[in-house]
């Protein structure tokens, strides 16, 4: 009796070697420990243009996220890091707090405006914080 647990224990134990071995060498390992970063934004402007700011929280990849309504993206946003220095888009590669993001006048009035945060390799995306413009 002792060998057939035996074997079976074996056998259960390759298996699930197998199965966490392939999950990592398939890439999905690191998918799964992607999730969005939890930050807090704050949202200024009206229909001449809309500024967020990282108020606090996790870092955020620059590349990861995009400002964007109908219309507007990434590409017309104007960054201003801690120090008031003006860049393109965001002013670091890792936005923390103090860094902002300026659209200028490309918001309308009551438009809804998404700070939308993409994993690596575009798997999964997520809203990190909407703003409406008044009307």
């Known amino acids: 009796?002792?060998?057939?647990?035996?074997v079976i224990l074996m056998v259960a134990i390759t298996v699930i070697l197998a199965a966490v071995i392939g999950?990592?060498?398939l890439g999905l390992g690191d998918q799964v420990q992607q999730t969005s970063p939890n930050a807090?934004?704050?949202w200024e402007g009206g229909d001449s243009g809309v500024?967020?700011?990282h108020e606090g929280g996790d870092g955020v990849a620059a590349s990861q996220v995009e400002v964007a309504s109908s219309g507007l993206t990434a590409e017309t946003c104007t960054g201003t890091d801690t120090d008031g220095d003006t860049t393109s888009a965001w002013p670091d590669d890792e936005i923390s707090a103090?860094?902002?993001?300026?659209?200028?006048?490309?918001?309308?009035?009551?438009e809804e405006v998404r700070l939308i945060w993409t994993a690596e390799g575009g798997g999964q995306s997520s809203t990190l914080s909407t703003y409406t413009t008044p009307a």
């Open 23 to 25: 999950t990592f060498v």
């Open 51 to 53: 500024t967020v700011t």
């Open 1 to 6: 009796m002792s060998p057939v647990i035996g």
């Open 98 to 110: 103090g860094d902002s993001c300026e659209t200028g006048n490309s918001v309308g009035a009551d």
């Open 40 to 42: 807090q934004w704050n």
